[in-house]
């Protein structure tokens, strides 16, 4: 007999619920969001006619590579779908979502999502590490800007990062109540800034190790940033039937809404990833 496994995932607690082929609870039950925890659960279930699902999520990863360890016929869902078929539950808890999950792994009607490899997600960490330390460091530069005013001093419109210090520095020593006041922020902002060249140093140098970034630097205007955020979003372009679909996979395709006589498009879907779409967010500080 076949069983299909519905698992509503949270942070520390998943909801797990086994039907048969006819749709039929085996048993339900609420365990910590572990891969032992979870194989302990499912112990009784055989695993060569098992197969489990579960939402799109930020723990996705770390469940699809473990339990496909344990050999199960692991599904991860796209969550907009699974919501839409969840809302037709007149309750919404852990437990009622497991078994519509395990209802709609059942049914076939869900759309699978890709789960990338471990060094997509590590290349993903390092250009999201880089983005945070970048833009706190703008932040506490503007902040400063901001201050300045209230005591009539007023930076060029255009100061470039790398100069932010030797600039403002000596403007702030010359104040007693500007040191007092501003002193430990900029000196924070020092440490944050050095490690932002750390950073942008590792992600280039991760960009000039690869041989598909390299090609996409080759194009006037893709830069290491832009390459190596295209690489780790697409991780494997086998996964792609065509070149055409990339585009709207970022969302950079039309909405269309068709119905009878009424036929609007619309604007891109901005589906996706979108730091594949916004570029402003990736130029390198100066």
Known sequence: ????????????????????????????RSVACE????????RDVLVGQCRVGFESGAMSQHLYFGLQAASFDVVCMEARQENAALSAMRNKTDKTDARGIAQVLRSGWYGKVFIKSREAHALRALLSSRKAVQKKCIDLANEVRGLFRVFGLRLPPRVDQWSFDERVRPLIEADPDLSH????????????????????????QAASHDENCLRFMAIPGVGPIAALTFRA?????????????????????????????MDNPGRISKAGDRDVRGRSMLRPMR
């Open 233 to 261: 979003a697409v991780d494997d372009p086998a996964r792609f039937t065509s070149s055409r679909t990339v585009a709207a996979h970022f969302g950079l395709t039309p909405r269309r809404y068709q119905s009878g006589e």
């Open 181 to 204: 006041a501003l002193l430990p922020l900029l000196d924070a902002r020092a440490v944050l800034y050095k490690t932002y060249r750390e950073l942008d140093r590792r992600v280039k």
């Open 35 to 42: 891969i032992e925890d979870i194989l302990a659960c499912l």
């Open 1 to 28: 007999m076949d069983y299909d496994v519905g698992l509503d995932v949270s942070l520390r607690s998943v909801a797990v619920c086994v039907i048969d082929a006819d749709g039929k609870h085996i048993f339900e």
